[in-house]
T-cell receptor
Framework: NAGVTQTPKFQVLKTGQSMTLQCAQD?????MSWYRQDPGMGLRLIHY???????DQGEVPNGYNVSRSTTEDFPLRLLSAAPSQTSVYFC?????????????FGPGTRLLVL | LAKTTQPVSMDSYEGQEVNITCSHN???????ITWYQQFPSQGPRFIIQ???TKVTNEVASLFIPADRKSSTLSLPRVSLSDTAVYYC???????????FGQGTTLQVKP
């Protein structure tokens, strides 16, 4: 299994541009999430999904959209990039949401918005 | 979601045992206590999880007192490669939310 994969690894955007960060998992996990991590900070939840067709907001959802058309994929869209969105983005997945489920994280996407 | 509190940073030396305590006074009945480890430029990695008493795996031990208002992650004989950020989280219920705190930065010195 490849686990959780993210593309691209690194991206530079200009203010106002849009882009999609890709996340895929091959573990047949129902639950997927997106986090951002700013320098020296912990992870903050952006959006999450409890299954195909179902998404919900996390702590910091503004400026981001998500959709979940398949179990495997959970893309994160930046509608109009701003310098404040410069961060490292992590995608994660888990089999379930019960208290014992372990989340598996991808390698991250480093985003720089100029 | 209940909040967790951990020390911001800790220093240790190679070969020592390290104990990181996490406070979670408002833990819910269905919350499990989970610890993750994160190295620079990598995503967090699951270390250990428990509900009560003691749990041990090949990497660490987790001690949880009867009232469950705190937990202690114990790393035996740390090495330089254990230098990382350690996060304590509570996870419970039918939700996809997993809220990370600031974590504890452990620096292991030679």
């Amino acid at each position: 299994n490849a686990g959780v994969t993210q593309t691209p690894k690194f991206q530079v955007l200009k203010t106002g541009q849009s882009m999609t960060l890709q996340c895929a998992q091959d573990m047949n996990h129902e639950y997927m999430s997106w986090y951002r991590q700013d320098p020296g900070m912990g992870l903050r939840l952006i959006h999450y999904s409890v299954g195909a067709g179902i998404t919900d907001q996390g702590e910091v959802p503004n400026g981001y959209n998500v959709s979940r058309s398949t179990t495997e994929d959970f893309p994160l869209r930046l509608l109009s990039a701003a310098p404040s969105q410069t961060s490292v983005y992590f995608c994660a997945s888990s089999y379930g949401t019960g208290g014992r489920e372990t989340q598996y994280f991808g390698p991250g996407t480093r985003l720089l918005v100029l | 979601l209940a909040k967790t509190t951990q020390p911001v940073s800790m220093d240790s030396y190679e070969g020592q045992e390290v104990n990181i305590t996490c406070s979670h006074n408002n833990i819910a009945t269905n919350d499990y206590i989970t610890w993750y480890q994160q190295f620079p430029s990598q995503g967090p990695r699951f270390i250990i999880q428990g509900y009560k008493t003691k749990v041990t795996n090949e990497v660490a031990s987790l001690f949880i007192p009867a009232d469950r208002k705190s937990s202690t992650l114990s790393l035996p004989r740390v090495s330089l490669s254990d230098t990382a950020v350690y996060y304590c989280l509570l996870r419970g219920g039918n939700t996809g939310k997993l809220i990370f705190g600031q974590g504890t930065t452990l620096q292991v010195k030679p």
